[in-house]
């Protein structure tokens, strides 16, 4: 598309940022971006990435980002460079995009149902290193049955609930009963357990999350007793940990990977949360918002073009001015494409003036744009397309 394309008089966002293009490279090009906009300050992304990719190896666990959080190829493939051995994904349109994209090792942490999606799946096994987590007997005999049909060996997580309901098996008689139906397809391989226990991850609290891993180890002690015997060859994986909790989740001394996803981005949620009692995060926030104050006409009030539709809180948390902003101002999405800066005193913020904000909960936000700008200092480095955007 040319960058003057334009369909009904509205700028398409292909366009946007081939008009953010001309500014890789030049000085100020972070200062002169189309908003909002989304960043990624390049120094603090890697960085990030390289502390969990040490701590993971020094316990001897292997990390298997979460890509959900980011949905970027390019962010992917600096997680594997680093030591990742593959990478999750939530669903099976990632599955797609990332095999697409390349990556060869991928495990979709979301149960699914036989027919269409089931096929779409079994299709891209073809592509990559594909391992699936089962809950059903019925989604397993299908599978299985899909599988020897296109002659594709795929590795399987029976997924175990550890306690949210969402999915997962608890009981051991389910749990053996699948076990049973996975070993026996010729062409599916029982791996292990997806032990995800996600309500751990932004409890504030060094002591419940270490109450909270404790039952964990218990409900995963309990079904690899259970599906052991199914597990042929190998030691059995026990996927899951989070950002949030990995830690308190690394002290059980039972998980073979982890799933951290959100640690190479962050936000403002994370901010509460205290890792080690430090009160201070172990990963600093690389991914920030940038908006632009159009309108400016009353003291201590500013309107900018970040609105509802820009960010998504989980709690309730709003975003947080960091660049741009002056001492004790807050900002706040107040309608669907604008929000609110409120002064401490009645100063007047020109028309103009650009802010970057930390989101409030990084994966659903990175889900509203097309593209990450990529920035070092003030320079304009790059713009990666967000591939999985809507996957």
């Not at 026996?184 to 409890?203: E, F, I, P, T």
């Not at 080690?276 to 400016?296: H, W, Y």
């Not at 709690?315 to 807050?330: E, L, M």
Request: with cysteine.
């Amino acid at each position: 598309m040319r960058s003057d394309d334009q369909d009904g008089g509205q700028i398409s966002p292909r366009t946007i940022t081939a008009r953010n293009a001309a500014f890789i490279g030049s000085e100020g090009g972070r200062q002169k971006l189309l908003t909002p906009a989304l960043l990624v300050e390049l120094d603090t992304l890697d960085a990030n990435i390289a502390n969990m990719q040490e701590r993971c190896s020094k316990l001897g666990v292997d990390l298997r980002p979460h890509a959900k959080a980011h949905k970027t190829l390019g962010i992917a493939k600096r997680q594997l460079a680093a030591g990742a051995v593959g990478i999750c994904v939530a669903t099976p349109g990632e599955v797609e995009v990332f095999a697409d994209g390349g990556i060869t090792d991928i495990l979709l942490t979301s149960t699914f149902a036989p027919g269409t999606t089931l096929d779409r799946l079994v299709e891209a096994a073809n592509r990559c290193r594909l391992t699936l987590v089962l809950d059903n007997v019925d989604t397993a005999a299908a599978l299985g049955q899909a599988a020897e049909t296109r002659g594709i060996t795929i590795r399987v997580l029976i997924d175990l609930d550890m306690g949210r309901h969402r999915s997962g098996l608890s009981e051991a008689k389910d749990l053996s009963a699948l076990a049973r139906i996975v070993d026996q397809a010729d062409w599916l391989c029982l791996v292990g357990l997806q032990a995800y226990a996600g309500h751990l991850s932004h409890r504030p609290d060094i002591a419940g999350r270490m109450a909270g891993a404790e039952e964990a180890a218990v409900r995963i002690r309990k079904a690899l007793d259970v599906i052991e015997p199914f597990i042929h060859g190998e030691k059995p994986v026990v996927s899951g940990g989070s950002t949030g909790a990995f830690l308190q989740e690394t002290a059980l001394g039972l998980y073979t990977e982890f799933q951290c996803g959100s640690y190479a981005l962050m936000d403002a949620e994370y901010d509460v949360v205290d890792p080690d009692g430090s009160a201070k995060p172990l990963f600093p926030t690389s991914l920030f918002a940038a908006v632009r104050v159009i309108s400016s006409n009353h003291p201590g009030i500013a309107t900018t073009d970040g609105g509802e539709k820009r960010f998504v809180a989980k709690h309730g948390t709003a975003p947080v001015i960091r660049r741009g902003g002056r001492p004790g101002a807050t900002y706040k999405p107040t309608s669907d494409e604008h929000g609110t800066v409120t002064l401490a005193d009645d100063e007047i913020m020109p028309v103009g003036s650009l802010l970057e904000l930390q989101v409030p909960h990084c994966d659903p936000t990175v889900n509203l744009y097309d593209f990450i700008h990529v920035v070092r200092d003030d320079i304009l480095l790059d713009i990666w397309p967000i591939d999985a955007r809507g996957a």
